[in-house]
């Protein structure tokens, strides 16, 4: 089924436009990108890709989905079955990169972070070096030779 997709400059047309044209967004990045971005668009809802809930979503109002792939694959896979299901959904081309590359809004999200590995022991600090003699006193008539 061929779905509709809207362009970042349409979709920030319709967010800052009357709020009965707003769409409804809805993230459908898969689980490594979700949870690793610190970003999503303003009021956008989180819809799993692998297990998509329509519970919840009107089709009253127009959905448009995004997700982080240039080519929208997971959000193409995602509308195809919201359409399917008789909603009217459009995808954001380029997704969420292509938002973000245009310095359009975001908001922010928390993410996942992997605990850092522990810090190396402490290299052992060397002991102080003893104060080097710029020469050593030459025995009588040989000149003074430096310490090293």
């Not at 009217?88 to 809004?105: D, F, S, T």
């Amino acid at each position: 089924m061929a779905v509709s997709r809207i362009s970042k400059d349409d979709l920030k047309l319709r967010l800052d436009g009357d709020e009965a044209g707003r769409p409804a967004l809805l993230d459908v990045r898969r689980k490594y990108a979700w949870d690793h971005s610190t970003l999503k668009l303003p009021g956008a809802a989180r819809l799993d890709p692998k297990a998509p809930s329509s519970s919840g979503l009107s089709k009253d109002r127009d959905l448009v989905v995004y997700d982080s792939d240039p080519d929208e694959i997971t959000g193409v896979e995602v509308a195809a079955g919201l359409a399917a299901a008789g909603f009217r959904v459009q995808v954001l081309k380029g997704g969420l990169p292509e938002w973000v590359a245009g310095n359009l809004p975001t908001e922010t999200k928390d993410a996942v972070r992997a605990l850092p590995p522990p810090a190396p022991p402490a290299p052992a600090s060397p002991a102080p070096a003893p104060p080097a003699a710029a020469s050593a006193p030459a025995p009588s008539g040989q000149p003074a030779a430096p310490i090293v």
